[in-house]
């Protein structure tokens, strides 16, 4: 919560966590999970390293990215690695997922030594991806993995 309250100093809805070890590697993106999205096409978010939450989300949108022809990269990866693919225009989207917002994109991080503009809004595969996992959820297209569980 304190790391919480720092970023809303900073101007920012949510804060990158790195892992308590190191403090080097991405972990989550305040109560969600992660992802980026590469120039290529690919598909980055770091792998369940024990502090990671395994979510319902993160796993859906592993199998629906394959759907849509995306390549998915799940390792450890570091936050001076997303930063400098930012700048570098390697990572062109992010964003984080979770049941309750399903995707959230990020627009810019910012962190001591500068910010790191990715996107203005969400980028094309964020929003495929979301489109995706909201039509399978209700029912607009067909549910290929058999997730859907009736309830009554
Ligand atoms: C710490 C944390 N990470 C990630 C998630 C996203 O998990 P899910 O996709 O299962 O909602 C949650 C959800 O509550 C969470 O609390």
Redesign the pocket.
Known sequence: MIAQYEGYDHGCSQVLFGDAASGMNAE?L????VMLITAEGTLVTPGLSGT?????????ILTVAGDLGLATDVRPITLAEIFEGIAQGHFVEAFA????AVITPVGEFRTKEGNYPISQDAGPHTLAIRNRILDIQYGRVEDTHSWMVKAV
């Open positions: 989550e305040g109560g969600m999970n990671i939450l395994d979510g319902v989300t993160r796993d859906s997922c979770g049941t309750a």
